[in-house]
T-cell receptor, first 113, second 113 residues
Framework: DQQVKQNSPSLSVQEGRISILNCDYT??????FLWYKKYPAEGPTFLIS?????DKNEDGRFTVFLNKSAKHLSLHIVPSQPGDSAVYFC????????????FGTGTRLKVLA | NAGVTQTPKFQVLKTGQSMTLQCAQD?????MYWYRQDPGMGLRLIYY???????DKGEVPNGYNVSRLNKREFSLRLESAAPSQTSVYFC????????????FGPGTRLTVL
């Protein structure tokens, strides 16, 4: 039972263009969402988060959008840079109750120079 | 600050052997976590510790035990390793349980023959 899904295992984008990474979830009790970036042979690093009371959060080139009715969130990277090439994981959290972060399976982004 | 450190970085075990993965954080965080990452599966929570002195099962706890030795250290023990436990193991910490980002260590790559 995959509660958090990233249906695109990989994505290629030209440098300077927009990268859009998608994430779907099934549990409407999730109230906090995060994106992590992971380079090979390293641990994931936090990128950006959003609370369920918001529908958008921006941090520099990174914007996360949350559509609660569709149970969908997306990460936009504009403009994409070669250094953004990594695996991106979305994670969901229900702050009251289980306290467990549920991660998606990841999307490998390749930004082409 | 070293952040989250893990030892060892690599380990090869034979089926039935035991070992302990060590994790330490120097950020004075209250909560610590152990995850495993397998191809196509994302990160799955094994155990977590909300605060010093408490531990709880995550999504995939079978075959593992943990010890929250003090506020800094959280170890993961495999009592009798099995090939199904071949994986990359990540330790993480956060200031509070279920609040904000987690900081991850660099991982331990474990192979069980």
């Amino acid at each position: 039972d995959q509660q958090v899904k990233q249906n695109s295992p990989s994505l290629s984008v030209q440098e300077g263009r927009i990268s859009i990474l998608n994430c779907d979830y099934t549990n409407s009790m999730f109230d906090y969402f995060l994106w992590y970036k992971k380079y090979p042979a390293e641990g994931p690093t936090f990128l950006i988060s959003i609370s369920s009371i918001k529908d958008k959060n921006e941090d520099g080139r990174f914007t996360v959008f949350l559509n609660k009715s569709a149970k969908h969130l997306s990460l936009h990277i504009v403009p994409s840079q070669p250094g953004d090439s990594a695996v991106y994981f979305c994670a969901a959290l229900r702050r009251r109750g289980t306290y467990k972060y549920i991660f998606g399976t990841g999307t490998r982004l390749k930004v082409l120079a | 600050n070293a952040g989250v450190t893990q030892t060892p970085k690599f380990q090869v075990l034979k089926t039935g052997q035991s070992m302990t993965l060590q994790c330490a954080q120097d950020m004075n965080h209250n909560s610590m976590y152990w995850y495993r990452q397998d191809p196509g599966m994302g990160l799955r929570l094994i155990y977590y510790s909300a605060s010093e002195g408490t531990t709880d099962k995550g999504e995939v706890p079978n075959g593992y035990n943990v010890s929250r030795l003090n506020k800094r250290e959280f170890s993961l023990r495999l009592e009798s390793a099995a090939p199904s436990q071949t994986s990359v193991y990540f330790c993480a910490s956060s200031e509070l349980l279920a609040f904000g980002e987690q900081f991850f260590g660099p991982g331990t790559r474990l192979t069980v023959l």
